[in-house]
């Protein structure tokens, strides 16, 4: 049974640094056809994307907030660590930790968000 | 970056109704187009990838067309359980761009 948790605080202030973890259990972070993705949602507005780790610790993120990224993982404790630096109100949203699947072939394979952790919201205040 | 939107933004239907959700790309990415379902206060769940290809468990009243710019998301028969949020997204590029999402409210 393939399960993603995600943890990290829920309120952080201006200008601090969030870590979120995504705990996985159901499948190795070292499977070639599946990697890990974070992806945000603010209160009452569409998904983003935000970053991406393959099993061969290859990295991608989303082209507006690069800057301020860090995803790294932990194989062995099944685990992927976002960061994201110098928060502001506007990244108040719910953080989700996804499992993204290679279904295709080849270098540039299709892939999908098949199993998602249920989220963890996040504020930003002071 | 490319741009996924998303066609009507709101959809007031009816129970057994027939719906159809666009989503089209600022670009051509053949089929590197998933669904997914999203109800309040729960995470996303993959409806269709690869443009067409129904997700393990997903109703058969579902289903996705398209290709290149322009896709669709159907619902043949709406049930009470089909309102939600729909999303379309590319994982053509490495950005994975969502659509703006469609809310399918009951009429």
């Known amino acids: 049974q393939v399960t993603l948790k995600e943890s990290g605080p829920v309120l952080v202030k201006p200008t601090e640094t969030l870590t979120l973890t995504c705990t996985v259990s159901?499948?190795?972070?070292?499977?070639?056809?599946?990697?890990v993705s974070w992806i945000r949602q603010p209160p009452g507005k569409a998904l983003e994307w935000l970053a991406h780790i393959f099993s061969n610790d290859e990295k991608s993120y989303s082209t507006s907030l690069k800057n301020r990224l860090t995803i790294s993982k932990d194989t062995s404790r099944s685990q992927v660590v976002l960061r994201m630096t110098n928060m502001g109100p506007v990244d108040t949203a719910t953080y989700y930790c996804?499992?993204?699947?290679?279904f295709g072939a080849g270098s540039h394979a299709p892939s999908n968000f098949d199993y998602w952790g249920q989220g963890t919201p996040v504020t930003v205040s002071s | 970056d490319i741009q996924m939107t998303q066609s009507p933004s709101f959809l007031s239907a009816s129970v057994g109704d027939r719906v159809t959700i666009t989503c089209r790309a600022s670009?051509?990415?053949?089929?590197?187009l998933n669904w997914y379902q999203q109800k309040p206060g729960k995470a996303p769940k993959l409806l269709i990838y690869?443009?067409?290809t129904l997700q393990s468990g997903v109703p058969l009243r579902i289903s996705g067309g398209g290709s290149g710019t322009d896709f669709t998301l159907t619902i043949s028969t709406l049930q009470s359980d089909d309102f939600a949020t729909y999303y379309c997204?590319?994982?053509?590029?490495?950005?994975?761009?969502f659509g703006q999402g469609t809310t399918v409210e009951i009429q």
């Open positions: 159901g499948f190795s972070l070292s499977n070639t056809k599946m990697g």
């Open positions: 670009q051509r990415i053949d089929k590197y």
């Open positions: 996804a499992r993204t699947y290679f």
């Open positions: 690869g443009a067409s």
């Open positions: 997204q590319e994982s053509f590029s490495t950005s994975h761009t």
